[in-house]
């Protein structure tokens, strides 16, 4: 006796293929989407621009300046400050606050290393207090800075490209800058 066929019932092969395929690009899109998010999230934060370096240098010793912006999000902390690679003592840094609401487009002055002395010292009218740590800044603010006396830096440098390096504790900041005569003549 022949049995009678039956019919089974079930997903076809390209059916089933094609749920696996589906399945399968929805969970890599979701995994990418994820990474994506956590990656823009820590990066976009914190965005600084270093702007006016100078390094002026005369006999009496080198003198760097610049002006930082915090443009991200959250607040920062500089790390360290480096100098054509080499770091500086926070005791030879100097820094202004600019208070909050105003700006100051005016060039940094040159100014002679034997001046950068003391805890604090005046500057263009603005007072600026001897570094003793990290320095942290405020989001949306702005600190002019002065270093007396990069060691690296001699008479024999002027004209030549120096970098200026700003550490925090996601990035290096870095920007370069011709030595310039801190002489008047």
């Known amino acids: 006796m022949v049995r009678p066929i039956e019919k089974k019932r079930g997903l ?7 749920i696996l395929l589906v399945v399968t690009i929805l969970l890599a899109g979701v995994v990418t989407y994820y990474a994506t998010n956590v990656t823009t999230v820590r990066t976009e934060t914190e ?6 370096a100078h390094i002026w240098v005369n006999s009496t010793g080198a003198v760097g300046a610049f002006k930082v912006q915090n443009l991200g999000g959250k607040d ?3 790390d360290k ?18 208070p909050s609401g105003t700006s100051i487009e005016a060039d940094l002055n040159r100014t002679s290393s034997d001046g950068l002395t003391g805890a604090s010292l005046t500057i263009d009218g603005n007072l600026y207090n001897q ?46 800058c011709n030595v ?6």
Do not use: C
Request: proline share 3%.
């Open 76 to 78: 920062i902390l500089f």
């Open 180 to 185: 310039e005569s801190g002489t008047d003549q």
């Open 131 to 176: 570094s003793t740590a990290d320095i942290p800044l405020i989001s949306g603010g702005e600190i002019f800075v002065y270093i007396a006396g990069p060691d690296n830096v001699q008479m024999d440098d002027i004209g030549t490209t120096v970098s200026i390096s700003i550490f925090t504790a996601n990035a290096q900041y870095i920007t370069e």
């Open 12 to 18: 076809s092969e390209v059916v089933s293929t094609l």
């Open 81 to 98: 400050i480096h100098i054509r690679g080499v770091e500086e003592p926070w005791g030879d840094v100097y820094y202004y606050r600019v």
């Open 47 to 52: 965005e600084v621009r270093v702007s006016k």
